[in-house]
C-alpha cells in the first residue's frame, strides 16, 4: 500500500508520492508507455512484483486517474491497462529519473544482463 505523507500535504512532492512514491508506481507507468498493457505482460517485465502488489498498485493508479482499465473479456475478467492525460504527464519526470539514475546511480558490474534497459522512455516511443 502507498505510504500516505499526511503532516506533509502542503507540499506537493509529499503530495506527489502519496500517488507514485511506492517501489512499483513509476515502473508500472514506464511499462505502460512502452506497450505493455495486460497484467501478463506487466507481471512478465516487473521481475520480483508480487501479482498482488501488481493488482494493488494498478487499482492505486488507476484511482488517483493515472492509469485507465478497459475490460477485454468477460469471462474471466481481463483488463487492459493505459496512461490517461494525467498519467503521460510523469513521463518527462521518468526521462528525468533515468538521466539521473544514468549520471548519478550507475548500473553495477554484472547486472547489465538482468536489468532493465538503460534508454529514456523516450527512446521507446
Not at 511506492?22 to 498493457?37: F, I, K, P
Not at 469471462?75 to 513521463?91: C, D, I
Request: charged share 25%.
Amino acid at each position: 500500500m502507498a505510504r500516505k505523507y499526511t503532516y506533509q500535504q502542503r507540499c506537493p512532492i509529499a503530495r506527489s508520492l502519496d500517488v507514485v512514491g511506492d517501489r512499483w508506481s513509476l515502473l508500472v507507468v514506464r511499462n505502460l508507455e512502452r506497450g505493455h498493457s495486460k497484467f501478463v505482460d506487466l507481471m512478465r517485465e516487473l521481475r520480483g512484483i508480487a501479482p498482488n502488489s501488481l493488482s494493488e498498485r494498478l487499482k492505486l493508479l488507476e484511482d488517483a486517474g493515472v492509469i485507465t482499465s478497459t475490460l477485454y473479456s468477460n469471462h474471466p475478467p481481463r483488463a487492459e491497462y493505459s496512461l490517461t492525460e494525467k498519467g503521460r504527464a510523469l513521463l518527462p519526470v521518468l526521462d528525468a529519473l533515468s538521466e539521473w539514475g544514468n549520471t548519478h546511480a550507475p548500473r553495477q558490474p554484472g547486472t547489465e544482463a538482468a536489468g532493465a534497459p538503460s534508454e529514456s522512455v523516450a527512446d521507446t516511443r
